[in-house]
């Protein structure tokens, strides 16, 4: 199956900084990412969608300007969260469509575990 | 709105017994998706159910589709410790997924 890769896995800051997270497609492209936040022991929450070449669709009640996507080329996608604050750390999942044949499957990243001294 | 209900959300069973998960949605969807989760993982794709009276198997799992009911069930046979995770039943429109609260299972021997 097709991987996706998300870098770091975990990232531990202070309130007030900003971090990028990185989804990538590693054997395939994908015209369309999405993200997830995951709060410890609840269900993954679609935060947005991320889309080759265009702006990404945000979720109702999900900062577009805390949570900035960028979609840059068929194989990455970057959340950035900024300013972040305690009440942001949680799991951050990122999912790729898969490839021409799979293109109905979501294939997830591993996560990244961020957590906001 | 789309909303997805997982019954149980917690399953403790034997080895080697069957048991089955079941997954209510309130609306219509085009697709419905089985996961599973290991803790502080991501998840790991199982089945994708694209129709109605869709079935798929692979080893100790079976998974259906009924659209009209809006009911997918995930069937456990012969369970073994292995199979301990979370699973999840995402369903939507056009790739656009709604998640419930995902039901735990624990095998135990």
């Known amino acids: 199956g097709a991987v996706v890769s998300q870098h770091p896995s975990r990232v531990i800051c202070k309130s007030g900084t900003s971090v990028k997270i990185e989804c990538r497609s590693l054997?395939?492209?994908?015209?369309?990412m999405f993200w997830y936040r995951q709060f410890p022991k609840q269900s993954l929450m679609l935060m947005a969608t991320?889309?080759?070449?265009?702006?990404?669709?945000?979720e109702q009640g999900v900062e577009k300007d805390k949570f900035l996507i960028n979609h840059a080329s068929l194989t990455l996608s970057t959340l950035t969260v900024t300013s972040a604050h305690p009440e942001d750390s949680s799991f951050y999942i990122c999912?790729?469509?898969?490839?021409?044949?799979?293109?109905?499957?979501?294939?997830f990243g591993p996560g990244t575990r961020l957590t906001v001294l | 709105e789309l909303k997805v209900e997982q019954n149980p959300l917690f399953l403790s069973m034997q080895e080697g017994k069957n048991y089955t998960i079941y997954c209510n949605y309130s609306?219509?969807?085009?697709?419905l998706y089985w996961y599973r989760q290991d803790p502080g993982k991501s998840l790991e794709s199982l089945f994708v159910?694209?129709?109605?009276?869709a079935v798929k198997q692979e080893g100790r799992l079976m998974a259906s589709l009924d659209t009209k009911a809006r009911l997918s069930t995930l069937h456990i046979t012969a369970a073994v410790h292995d199979l301990s995770a979370t699973y999840f039943c995402?369903?939507?429109?056009?790739?656009?997924?709604?998640f419930g609260a995902g039901t735990r299972l624990t095998v135990k021997p």
């Open positions: 999912s790729a469509l898969g490839p021409a044949g799979e293109e109905d499957t979501q294939y």
């Open positions: 054997d395939f492209q994908a015209t369309t």
């Open positions: 991320s889309n080759e070449g265009s702006k990404a669709t945000y």
């Open positions: 609306t219509t969807s085009d697709r």
């Open positions: 159910l694209l129709s109605n009276g």
């Open positions: 995402p369903t939507g429109q056009n790739n656009d997924m709604r």
